[in-house]
């Protein structure tokens, strides 16, 4: 939200500095996270000054220039060659001093300096009309009447001072903020708690006051309120008469300061009126309310709509609606504009709106239609239903009046249901001393309170009855009273406490956090980047024509307006990684080692899974260019195996099954497990679904189920074993098997044979050739190490275990020793 200090101004008698006001604003809570200086002219008119030409002498040997001094009133007098045919001495004229950007004769801006003239000093320039942007009359010099103080900047002359804007990050529950009173409010609170006890806002009753002279005995338009719940206050007045046109220059760059477009004067009269006040409000043109009247309602489902920006829409019956006397929508109520009942430059009468509505109904409109504005923005934190909806109403109306010339043609419709009496909560002071962690004497409180116009009653000993402002809904718990204390008290104020108090925690074991940082220590440290991805997704990834379809009713879906492309949670990681890879593809970087810890959802019986995942994700080549050869020029799946395998070996998880799989999204892949409980899968990426996403490279995912890695292990516990004082031996062989016979089946049924002396078992060769081998069979070469720790081997003990390993291989695998 942005908040010009010359408004606050108006309201408030201020003179702190930009940077001060800042801090005093971030301490109350209002979060400023910058600041500008805002001009209404490109023209420097704070360095152009008001001044008298004290001598003037034609210069010799040129037709137009004049040697001139100039007083500006500030002890200096300063040497001007002036060029205007107009300047004489007495005059008062506008000297723009060195450091000035002024307007040339061509429209570009320079800036003034210091320079010689046919030898004579210039420290400054006496300026025309055009080249301070105030006309297109380059005939002469400006002058100002003879009564004209001296120093006077022409911002100020003009009323066109600069402005400083603040960039202010407005929470959710700050309702009371909305606005420039509201911000200028919190400052004057601040000001009576640290400054002034007896700092007042500038009176405003001159906002509202004319509403006294409207003419007596007018009629009353007739509106009907049919759903209270939605709009609880509502209130208006006709205005005829107008005359549509352009805003004054004041209305505009006020605007303008703020971020707000101008549109016409009836237009930015309502805007400006909900930036002051925070209350929004809506014109109507009154010749295209049909029926001559206004019900506010619900229309049936699929009602059409055609907003104010020309988009089509189709109601929900949960919309609110403002009506016409024929149920024609002219407008979604708090959220935006009918396109047939706008005003236009040929509107002549109008309906001013100015209501109150449900802050949940506004926002589930706002949502559903993806229609974000402003006044939606203020109704979903909260508007006030008590007198502030009126007197913005009065404002609003005589400034229309004042501006287009139109007069009230009717009585105010004022329609109010339900209970907008102030919220009351009780308070002990016993608990702010406690939230606020220090002892605040009960002057300090009560000074705090009355500053924030928060009454008490019930008063006793231990604490009173806080009477809540109508413009803070949020505050409605004790808790929400003691924040408000403690605002003001100010944070910085509360002492640090000389002693740390901590309480003995039990966690869970494995820690998560422990187990995760592990993780990411070890893989970063083998050239991984980590990711960080949006839970949401794009639904289309698994619907239709998907590459890796799912049932639609498995995902878990989301209304997201802010971007209709991720519409539902996502219930794999691999798209998160995909897409980053062809985000970094495009980039020319192709070669990626990424992971990500994330979580997926998905619904099953009912219910939504939310499950921890690991995703690894490799792709391009396997080791960076350089001179010497590399045995691998691609990352492929064995590349990704190791890794997963040394990641499982460093969380300390083993005994884990190998098992083959084919399924979506893999062509060919793997899954580690303990019995049913998966632990990782792993393979290639299909080419479809790299097709889909426009990736050229093979990709080679991995996905780690972290529950199941925590589960397997929560029963581990460290143990030392001293190193093997006695040699290794290492044995080999050859075996001819099925091609269905996987590596990990030889590993696990040696395991099983030679457990106590079998220390590690590698494949070093593959070989396959149908004429040599027979249909259907491959060769594997496979290394075979033993460990005694207690003598040395002998070949006798050797030759035993390899004995019972042929055996088991020949009788459970079917396998053929080479010789």
């Known amino acids: 939200m942005k908040v010009s200090l010359n408004w606050l101004r108006e309201f408030l008698d201020i003179h702190k500095s930009p940077p001060e006001i800042a801090d005093i604003l971030t301490s109350l809570g209002l979060e400023v996270e910058g600041w500008e200086e805002v001009k209404p002219s490109p023209v420097d008119l704070d360095k152009v000054l008001t001044g008298k030409v004290l001598t003037c002498e034609r210069i010799p040997e040129t037709d137009h220039l004049s040697a001139t001094t100039v007083d500006v009133g500030d002890g200096v007098v300063r040497s001007v060659v002036c060029g205007a045919p107009n300047v004489a001495v007495g005059q008062k004229v506008f000297l723009a001093v060195p450091g000035a950007a002024v307007y040339s004769k061509d429209g570009s801006l320079f800036t003034i300096g210091e320079r010689k003239v046919k030898g004579v000093p210039s420290q400054g320039m006496i300026c025309a009309e055009d080249e301070l942007g105030l006309g297109h009359d380059h005939s002469g010099i400006m002058v100002l009447p003879e009564e004209t103080a001296l120093g006077i900047s022409a911002a100020n002359y003009f009323n066109q001072p600069s402005d400083t804007v603040f960039d202010v990050g407005l929470t959710p529950n700050r309702a009371d903020a909305t606005c420039h009173i509201g911000v200028a409010e919190d400052l004057l609170a601040w000001i009576r708690v640290h400054d002034d006890p007896a700092a007042k806002l500038r009176d405003i009753s001159h906002f509202t006051g004319a509403v006294k002279d409207i003419k007596p005995n007018l009629p009353e338009f007739p509106v009907s309120v049919e759903n209270t719940e939605a709009c609880p206050v509502f209130s208006g007045v006709c205005i005829e008469g107008i005359k549509v046109s352009e805003s004054p220059d004041w209305l505009k760059n006020r605007l303008l300061a703020v971020g707000q477009r101008p549109i016409n004067n009836v237009v930015d009269v309502t805007n400006y009126v909900r930036i002051e006040f925070g209350q929004p409000l809506h014109a109507y043109d009154l010749d295209k309310v049909k029926g001559g009247k206004i019900i506010v309602k619900t229309l049936p489902k699929d009602t059409p709509f055609t907003s104010l920006d020309g988009e089509k829409h189709k109601l929900l019956a949960e919309d609110l609606m403002i009506c016409d006397g024929e149920s024609t929508p002219m407008c979604i109520g708090g959220v935006f504009g009918g396109f047939d009942s706008g005003v236009t430059n040929a509107s002549t009468g109008i309906f001013l709106e100015a209501a109150v509505f449900d802050a949940k109904w506004i926002r589930r409109t706002m949502l559903r239609h993806g229609l974000r504005t402003d006044s939606a923005w203020v109704f979903e934190k ?121 309480s003995m925690e039990v966690t869970r074991h494995p820690n998560p956090d422990t187990v995760r940082n592990m993780g990411a220590e070890f893989l970063s440290a083998n050239g991984f980047y980590e990711c960080m991805s949006l839970s949401l997704s794009n639904s289309a990834h698994y619907l239709d024509n998907a590459a890796w379809p799912m049932d639609k009713e498995s995902l878990v879906f989301i209304h997201n307006s802010a971007n209709q492309g991720l519409d539902c949670m996502r219930p794999t990681l691999l798209f998160s990684a995909l897409e980053v890879v062809q985000r970094n593809q495009n980039r020319q970087n192709p070669d990626l080692r990424l992971f990500e810890f994330g979580k997926t959802y998905l619904k099953s019986e009912g219910k939504t899974e939310e499950v921890a995942r690991l995703s690894l994700t490799i792709s391009g080549v396997h080791d960076a260019e350089s001179w010497q050869p590399s045995a691998k020029k691609s990352v492929d799946f064995f590349t990704l195996k190791s890794y997963i395998t040394n990641l499982l070996t460093r969380f300390g998880v083993s005994g884990y099954q190998e098992s083959e799989i084919q399924e979506t999204p893999f062509t060919y892949a793997l899954k580690y497990h303990r019995g049913p409980q998966e632990l990782v899968r792993f393979g290639a990426v299909q080419p479809a679904i790299l097709k889909k996403m426009d990736i050229k490279n093979p990709v080679f995912f991995a996905d780690f189920n972290v529950e199941n890695v925590l589960k397997a292990l929560s029963g581990n516990s460290i143990r030392f074993e001293e190193l093997n004082k006695y040699p290794s031996v290492r044995r080999d062989l050859a075996l001819v098997i099925d091609k269905g016979v996987s590596f990990g089946d030889i590993k696990q049924l040696a395991g099983r044979t030679a457990k106590k002396m079998l220390k590690e078992v590698n494949l070093f060769d593959v070989f396959e050739d149908e004429s040599k081998l027979g249909a259907g069979k491959k060769s594997y070469a496979v290394s075979f190490t033993f460990e005694d720790p207690e003598k040395t081997l002998q070949d006798k003990d050797i030759d035993a275990l390899m004995s019972q390993l042929t055996t088991v291989f ?6 053929l020793i080479r010789k």
Do not use: C, W
């Open 382 to 502: 909260g508007v006030d239903p008590g007198e502030n909806n009126f007197m913005a109403l009065q404002r609003a109306a005589l400034l229309i009046q004042e501006l287009t010339g139109g007069e009230i043609s009717s009585q105010f419709v004022k329609i109010r249901t339900g209970d907008h009496s102030p919220a009351k909560v009780p308070v002990t002071y016993e608990r702010i001393n406690t939230l606020i962690g220090e002892k605040l004497s009960k002057d300090r409180v009560n000074s705090i309170l009355q500053a924030l116009e928060i009454k008490r009653e019930h008063e006793t000993a231990e604490g009173f009855v806080a009477i809540i402002p109508t413009n803070k809904p949020d505050v409605t718990r004790e808790a929400d009273v003691v924040e408000e204390i403690l605002r003001l008290h100010g944070l910085d104020n509360v002492p640090v406490p000389t002693q740390i108090k901590s």
């Open 810 to 815: 020949e009788g459970k695998l079917g396998a």
